[in-house]
């Protein structure tokens, strides 16, 4: 990561698991093959975003993008129908 042009989200570097595992947000890029990247967006004090990638010839994920994101581009994103509100619902029909 380069530390001048992303010093907001060094400090974000330890919750990498809490941003895969509890996206605020979670999308395409259409610049990139979809069945190979998608995007997750966390609110912290900062608002997040990670890249993960699909290496298919290694058969592995890997974070390949880290950076702050405004507010205004979530709207913007939210507005086009590239990112969704990711929720979970932890109910259960008894």
Do not use: W
């Not at 259409?30 to 900062?46: F, H, M, Q, T, V």
């Not at 974070?63 to 990711?86: A, N, P, Y």
């Amino acid at each position: 990561m380069l530390k001048s042009k992303h010093a907001k989200c060094l400090k974000y570097i330890d919750y990498i698991p809490d941003i895969i595992n509890n996206p605020d947000y979670i999308g395409v890029n259409p610049n990139e093959n979809g069945a190979e990247s998608i995007e997750l967006i966390k609110r912290y004090r900062d608002n997040v975003m990670i890249g993960i990638k699909l290496d298919k010839d290694n058969d592995y994920l890997y974070v390949s993008t880290m950076h702050d994101i405004q507010e205004s581009k979530i709207q913007r994103r939210l507005h086009s129908g590239r990112i969704k509100e990711f929720k979970i619902d932890n109910t259960q029909n008894i």
